[in-house]
């Protein structure tokens, strides 16, 4: 049978201020520009495929759901080593939240100058999804 689709080509990102959210994401992650306009700006991560498009909106949107007891971003980022990501982000003055680890994996939210909470994750050895992702960690 043939794919119907192949992957997540992108993740969009509300934001109430292009400029300064499109700064904030290139100076953080060392995102890349593909495209840029008064509404959107697509980003891309060096080497890979998946592209982060900026929305621009008038006003915060919700960028995870109620899970009950917390809440779930609807996205995350890959981290490979937790405790770098984590030191980094905070030297570069990003607002983090605290680390956890539950079942599998290790993960923390930080927060862009909107607010959207962005989940870094990283995968243990004990989670299904451990050689999956270890496919792509050398890549650049």
């Known amino acids: 049978m043939e794919k119907i689709v192949a992957k997540v080509s992108g ?16 100076n953080v992650f060392g995102l890349e520009v593909i495209a840029q306009d008064n509404w959107c700006t697509g980003l891309k991560f060096p080497g890979a495929e998946t592209i982060v498009n900026l929305w621009k909106v008038e006003r ?11 809440r779930i ?8 080593d937790i405790l770098a990501s984590r030191r ?4 570069k003055g990003v607002e983090v939240g605290e680390l956890h680890e539950e079942n599998s994996i290790k993960f923390f939210d930080c927060y862009d100058p909107d607010g ?8 243990l050895p004990s989670s299904p999804y451990y050689e999956h992702k270890q496919r792509f960690r050398n890549k650049p």
Do not use: H
């Open 116 to 123: 959207n909470g962005l989940s870094i994750v990283e995968e």
């Open 88 to 91: 980094v982000l905070q030297e």
């Open 11 to 26: 993740i969009f990102i509300p934001v109430t201020d292009m400029k300064r959210s499109t700064e904030w994401y290139l």
């Open 73 to 80: 971003c609807y996205f995350n980022f890959e981290s490979f």
């Open 60 to 70: 915060k949107q919700p960028v995870d759901f109620d899970a009950g007891s917390y």
